[in-house]
C-alpha cells in the first residue's frame, strides 16, 4: 500500500514537470515529434533509475559512513555525467537514427534537473532515518521517470497536432503557445490532488 | 562603451529567461512570490559571478576534451558553498529555495555562460559577462515573481530572508479578486507563456522603432546639407 502510494504521488500528484518544474528544458526542447519525445523518456528513464539507485548507494554506504556528506552534490554529479556518456555511447552504437534526432538534448540530460533531484531526493535524511528504505527508493525513481515519460509523451503529441492545426497570431507560435498548454495540462493534473 | 555593452547585452539582448529560455526551472519554481524570487536571483548572480571567473582564470589549463567535467566540478564547488553559507545566515531563504539552490549546479545559463563566454575571454569580460547575465536573470524574475503574485494575490508582500517576517506589504486590490491559480505552479507556466508571448511582440516593435529613429536622424543630418548646397 506504501509502495503504490509513493508511486502514484511521484508519477500523477507531485510530477516532476508539471508540478516541480524540473527538466523544463528537454521538455520543451525535444517535444517537435512524439518519437524523439518517447526516446527522449527512454534515455532520461534510464539515467533517473540508475543514478538514483548509484546516489542511493554512494551516499548511504560510502559518504554517510566517512562523514563526507557535504560531497553530495559534487559527487552526485560526477556520477551522473558518467551515466550519460555511457548512455549516449550506447544509443550512438546501436540506435543512429534516434542519436541524430535526439541532437544536443542527449548529452544535456547530463543537466537535466529531473536526475539530479531524484538523486538528492533519495539521499534525504529527516531525523536520522533515511527517508527511503532500498526498495521505495527503488520504487520511488522508477515512478518519478514513469511520471516523466507520461507528461512528456502527451505533450508532444498535443504539439504535434497544434502545429499542423492551429492558426496562432506570431507572437504566440513557438515557446508561448508551448508553455501555455503545459499550464493547462499542470491545472489538469491539479484534479488528482484529490487521490491522495 | 564597449564594456557596458558585455553587461547590457548580457542582461536584455540575450537575456536568458525570455530570449534564450534556458534555465527555466528555478524561474518557474521559485517566482510565486516576489521575495523568493529575488532571493533565487542574488544566488544565481553570486554563483555566475564566481563560476564564470573561475573558469576564465584558468582557462588555459583546461584540455579541451575534458572541460564539461571541469566545469561541473567547478560549479558544483561554488554552490556547495553558497548553500552552506546561505543555510547558515539566510536559513529561512534557504528552507524557501529547497532544492532549487542546490541545483543550480545544473542550470544551462551557467553552463552556456561559462561555455560559450569565460572560456574565451578575459576575466574582466568574463565578470562583466556574469553581471549582465545575473542582472538579466534578477529582472526575469523579478518580473515573473511580481506578475504572479500580484494576480494571484493582490498584494506585494516583502519577506525577510533571515527569518521569513514580513518588511513590508503593498495591497494594490482586495484578496477576493485575485486569481489564486497564478500563485500555484501551474499559473508558473501560464504567466510566464503570456509574458513571452508579450515580449515577442514588443521585440520587433523596438527594433522597428530604433531603425526609424536612426533614420529620421540620418535624414536630419542630410538636411543642412542639401541646403547649403542648394545654396
Redesign the interface.
Known amino acids: 500500500m506504501d509502495i503504490l502510494l509513493i508511486a502514484l504521488a511521484a508519477i500523477l500528484v507531485n510530477n516532476v514537470v ?8 528537454s521538455f ?1 526542447g525535444a517535444t517537435k515529434k512524439a518519437t524523439s519525445a518517447i526516446g527522449m523518456s527512454l534515455a532520461l528513464a534510464f539515467v533517473v533509475i540508475f543514478g538514483g539507485i548509484i546516489s542511493y548507494s554512494l551516499y548511504f554506504f560510502i559518504l554517510v559512513p566517512l562523514n563526507l556528506e ?1 560531497l553530495r ?2 559527487s552526485f ?2 556520477v551522473i ?1 558518467s551515466l550519460v556518456q555511457f548512455v549516449e555511447m550506447f544509443i550512438k552504437r546501436y540506435v543512429p537514427s534516434l542519436y541524430k534526432s535526439l541532437g544536443i538534448y542527449l ?2 540530460i ?4 529531473v ?3 531524484v538523486a ?2 533519495v539521499a534525504a535524511v529527516s531525523g536520522t532515518v533515511p527517508d527511503y528504505t532500498f526498495l521505495t527508493m527503488v520504487v520511488y525513481v522508477v515512478a518519478s521517470a514513469i511520471g516523466f515519460g507520461l507528461v512528456t509523451i502527451l505533450f508532444s503529441y498535443i504539439q504535434e497536432r497544434l502545429a499542423n492545426t492551429a492558426a496562432m ?4 507560435q ?7 498548454i ?3 495540462m ?2 489538469a ?2 484534479g488528482f490532488k484529490g487521490m491522495i | 562603451m564597449k564594456k557596458l555593452r558585455i553587461i547590457l547585452d548580457g542582461a536584455f539582448k540575450n537575456n536568458s529567461t525570455f530570449i534564450m529560455l534556458l534555465g527555466l526551472c528555478p524561474v518557474l519554481a521559485t517566482t510565486s512570490g516576489v521575495s523568493s524570487a529575488l532571493g533565487m536571483g542574488l544566488a544565481m548572480l553570486a554563483v555566475i559571478i564566481v563560476s564564470n571567473v573561475v573558469v576564465s582564470l584558468i582557462r588555459h589549463l583546461i584540455p579541451n576534451e575534458i572541460r564539461i567535467p571541469v566545469m561541473i566540478v567547478i560549479i558544483a564547488t561554488i554552490v556547495t558553498v553558497v548553500e552552506m553559507l546561505m543555510k547558515a545566515y539566510l536559513p529561512d531563504l534557504a528552507a524557501n529555495l529547497g532544492v532549487y539552490l542546490s541545483i543550480i549546479v545544473v542550470n544551462c545559463v551557467i553552463f552556456a555562460r561559462a561555455e560559450s563566454f569565460a572560456l574565451k575571454n578575459g576575466v574582466l569580460d568574463s565578470f562583466l559577462d556574469a553581471i549582465g547575465t545575473g542582472l538579466g536573470f534578477i529582472l526575469s524574475v523579478f518580473l515573473l515573481g511580481f506578475a504572479r503574485e500580484l494576480v494571484g494575490t493582490g498584494a506585494i508582500d516583502f519577506k525577510s530572508f533571515i527569518n521569513g517576517e514580513t518588511l513590508f506589504l503593498v495591497r494594490i486590490f482586495p484578496q477576493q479578486y485575485a486569481i489564486s491559480i497564478f500563485v500555484e505552479n501551474s499559473g508558473a507556466f501560464i504567466m510566464l507563456g503570456l509574458l513571452v508571448a508579450l515580449i515577442a511582440y514588443l521585440v520587433p516593435q523596438v527594433g522597428a522603432w530604433k531603425e526609424n529613429r536612426a533614420k529620421a536622424k540620418a535624414q536630419n543630418s542630410l538636411k543642412p546639407n542639401l541646403e547649403t548646397e542648394a545654396k
Do not use: Q
Open positions: 508539471l508540478s516541480r518544474f524540473l527538466g523544463i528544458c520543451l557535504f552534490l559534487v554529479i560526477l555525467a548529452p544535456l547530463t543537466t537535466n534537473c536526475v539530479l533531484t538528492l531526493d497570431p506570431k507572437a504566440f513557438g515557446p508561448a503557445s508551448a508553455l501555455l503545459a499550464g493547462l499542470a491545472i493534473f491539479l
